[in-house]
């Protein structure tokens, strides 16, 4: 019997270098927004709490997000296109998101990182808890689906926060981007050498990937005298978009298996 598949990519190289790039698109993306277009980080910026340029960011790119889901949820078969636009809506929505939290809110790095972790884990215990499993063969159907996006928008902005604290300190983007990179490079180890949850170590790979996309996007469009090389975030997040592109245009993706198929 043909099997049934899901409506997510399989985990691939290409899954996972797509994944990083849409990161660093998301982090890009974000700033160009609400920093650049919205003067959140200017001396224009608006000091009006409802003019606040992350939360109308957040207000943009959630309800991009929202409608993203929404088309995500009523596709009947898996689509690359919609699905990467998906995760760069979840992670541009996820830059604007953990700037608000962490800078206007005023809960600050450490405080956003810990509560978006807890939601992060709690998201992951309640899909656990509904469904009895908490991987990508589970996203065939509504309620793994909105478990899946639910899980995937609180990483994003978990990865956000996260990169911006540890890039914030003595190790800048460059230092950060190596932990980060070598994080994941450990967590490959681990899926090929030892007998660790496949499942925990791909929600391990996919909330550090976040981060690591957020400090070297940071590292492109950030000011010289920051650490960063200054690049246009417009243009950055334009030669991400086409890399992206073409990635999904030339690279085949093939859906992932769904859980008990027969």
Do not use: C
């Not at 636009?85 to 962490?102: E, K, L, Q, V, Y």
């Not at 650490?227 to 999904?248: Q, T």
């Amino acid at each position: 019997m043909k099997a049934a598949l899901t409506k997510v990519p399989a985990v691939t190289l290409a899954f996972w270098i797509v994944k990083i790039l849409a990161t660093t698109l998301g982090e890009t993306a974000g700033d160009a927004v609400s920093m650049s277009w919205l003067g959140e980080t200017t001396e224009d910026a608006a000091t009006d709490f409802w003019h606040n340029g992350y939360l109308i960011g957040t207000g943009i790119f959630g309800s991009a997000l929202i409608v993203m889901v929404f088309l995500q949820i009523r596709a009947r078969r898996f689509n690359p296109w919609l699905y990467w636009a998906t995760i760069i809506a979840s992670t541009t929505a996820g830059t604007t998101m953990a700037d608000f939290a962490t800078r206007s809110l005023g809960i600050g790095y450490p405080g956003g990182s810990i509560l978006l972790l807890a939601l992060v884990l709690m998201s992951l215990f309640i899909w656990h808890r509904a469904l009895g499993t908490i991987s990508v063969s589970s996203v065939h159907e509504p309620r793994a689906e909105l478990y899946y996006w639910l899980t995937i928008t609180f990483s994003q902005t978990l990865g956000t926060a996260l990169g911006d604290w540890i890039a914030d300190g003595p190790l800048g983007y460059l230092g950060s981007a190596v932990i980060f990179g070598g994080l994941l490079a450990l967590i490959a180890l681990a899926y090929w050498r030892t007998s660790i949850s496949h499942v925990a170590l791909f929600w391990a790979a996919f909330i550090l990937t976040r981060p690591l996309g957020a400090v070297v996007g940071d590292f492109l469009d950030k000011p010289v005298a920051s650490g960063g090389l200054e690049l246009s975030r417009v243009g950055a997040s334009a030669v991400l978009l086409v890399a992206i592109g073409a990635l999904i245009l030339f690279v085949r993706q093939r859906p992932a298996e769904a859980a008990h198929a027969g």
